[in-house]
């Protein structure tokens, strides 16, 4: 039996200047290790803004995340309030947001081999629990990762089923967001986007693993 663990790579700026310059796009993978070798058996794509960061050096919100992509600018519009520069209060009252940074889940995808035994939502929690600090909310898109997108992703083209393999597109995004649910994802009201408290008690990664097993 080997061990799964994460590999995170980042690029930071010393002194960030521009306001692109407080969002830090995390590249990872996950690595399978037995006895005599290590492979990777998956990866993962992470954004944190960091919006306490650019407050103390006088840096809006809404500029932060509208330099970085369209995207991103599109995630401060369902989240975020351009009167105040922090999260709406209706992400406040039903996410109980105790920080100000956002952590943004990109993709995570595993190797075939490897799927169907928690994994994912033990990657995603570690992810949580080592980049999460600070953060008051995690966001993701419940959209698959297509076999277009499998150079940009990191992966090989064989580890990303097509939409066929699911239906419909609203079928391959109702069951990653069913399988994230377990986690304490909830839909953030009618958007794309799903979000996951960081001031309200979720699922510990000892939990995960224990419904993984139960399996």
Known sequence: MGTISLR????????????????T????????????????????DVTRVNIALGKDLDEAAWEIFDAHSAR???????????NTDDFKESIKQYFCTP????????????????????????????????LGWGCGLTVAMMTPV?????????????????????????????????????????????SELWGLSHGLRRPTARDLDKLRRRR
């Open 146 to 190: 297509l076999p277009c997108d499998a150079d940009e992703a990191r992966v090989p083209r064989r580890w990303l089923p097509g939409v066929s393999d699911f239906c419909t597109q609203a079928d391959a995004k109702g069951k990653i967001a069913r399988h994230f649910e377990k986690m304490g994802f909830e839909r953030i009201g009618q």
């Open 72 to 82: 991103l600018a599109d995630d401060f519009q369902i989240i975020f309030s351009h």
């Open 99 to 130: 920080d100000f940074d956002l952590l943004i889940i990109d993709s995570i995808i595993l190797s075939p081999k490897f799927r169907g035994r928690g994994l994912g939502l033990m990657a995603a929690r570690t992810i949580v629990d080592q």
């Open 8 to 23: 995170f790579q980042a690029h930071v700026p010393i002194s960030p200047i521009e306001p692109n310059d407080f969002v």
């Open 25 to 44: 796009e995390f590249m990872g993978d996950i690595l399978y290790t037995t006895d005599d070798k290590t492979r990777r058996i998956g990866a993962f």
